[in-house]
């Protein structure tokens, strides 16, 4: 009952093994908070997890950062080779990622910067490492830019503490609250300023806007789709067991499930093109899958809560003792 992770692959899947040097820098930076010696010595670098695009597995790359105020900065230079790297490919498939700086990790939502800001991002890499010049200079591609957006739009909305199975329900659930309303505003004004710009003459939307959507758009449906399949396969049969007398409730959550999920098919379709896509269309899709999300999850409380409060979280942990609202 988590938002997904670049380690919650499928079962059957595994981490892929990097080359020996890459492991011997990740068991360097690992060892010592950080810090890797030899040609890395002084460098700032993370590693970055992300979920393949295709094998769904787990891949783990030392990568060279620069603090941004929009985030983490990683270049996908791949030393000046005609393509772009393995891992960048993987994040614009699963836009979810697992990040660790040596004093902390965390996840993040990888977004590609796109024409005008992808040039002032590259402009502020290049001045601070002007190695990043030399391998644009090498090929044809251009270098893509990702900012590493540690984006947690429902800070402090959630349970101050998560000792019950409760309180992780209601953490994942305000995340995703969040999410959509954060998709939805982005939505807004990419579409607001289209219009504008049709009907007035005013600034065209934001270069890149499309995709910036597009990687939030997919990481919420990714996170909801990851949610509700860990609920189908343990949490409602352990709680029908326990509870068959709310056999009928546990039908009507499952069942909105699979509508959430043919919902999501459908949004992701418009996806596909959202530089063109009709605003109505689009809207009205987004609308509806946010009024169903919102009833269904406003019922999965009511209905669950009460019953997962005394099922401690982590599994292992004392039970709660009972308290107010218990």
């Known amino acids: 009952m988590t938002t997904p992770t670049p380690a919650s692959a499928p079962a059957s899947a595994q981490a892929s093994t990097p080359t020996p040097f890459n492991q011997w820098v990740i068991d360097e930076f690992r060892a010592n908070g950080g810090k890797v010696g030899g040609p890395f010595e002084g460098s700032d670098l993370l590693l970055l997890t992300t979920t393949g695009a295709k094998s769904g597995a787990a891949h783990t790359t030392p990568l060279g950062y620069l603090p941004h105020e929009d985030g983490l900065l990683v270049i996908g230079s791949n030393l000046g080779a005609p393509r772009h790297p393995a ?61 590493l957006e540690r984006h947690d739009p429902a800070a402090g909305e959630g349970p101050a503490e998560v ?8 953490e994942v659930h305000v995340w995703l609250r969040a999410q959509l309303r954060h998709v939805r505003a982005e939505v807004e004004a990419h579409f607001a300023a289209r219009a504008a710009h049709r009907d007035t003459g005013g600034p065209a939307p934001a270069p890149g806007l499309g995709l910036q959507i597009r990687q939030h758009c997919l990481a919420f449906c990714q996170a909801l789709e990851f949610h509700h399949t860990g609920e189908d396969a343990h949490v409602f049969p352990a709680l029908r067991a326990a509870h068959p007398e709310l056999e009928d409730t546990f039908r009507r959550l499952a069942a909105e499930h699979r509508t959430i999920a043919r919902l999501q098919q459908e949004l992701s379709a418009l996806l596909a093109d959202i530089a063109d896509a009709d605003p109505d269309r689009f809207g009205a899709e987004l609308a509806r899958m946010s009024e169903e999300l919102t009833a269904h999850l406003d019922h999965e409380e009511e209905q669950l809560l009460p019953l997962l409060a005394r099922i401690p979280f982590p599994p292992g942990r004392p039970p709660a003792e009972p308290g107010p609202g218990r």
């Open 163 to 170: 000792s019950s199975l409760a309180d992780k329900l209601l």
């Open 87 to 147: 891992w960048y490919h993987n994040l614009l498939a699963h836009p979810v990622v697992g990040v660790e700086t040596g004093k902390e990790t965390f996840q993040a939502i990888a977004v590609p910067a796109e024409g005008e800001r992808r040039d002032r991002l590259f402009a502020y890499a290049v001045a601070a490492a002007p190695g990043y010049a030399t391998y644009q200079a090498a090929t044809a591609r251009t270098l893509p830019v990702v900012v």
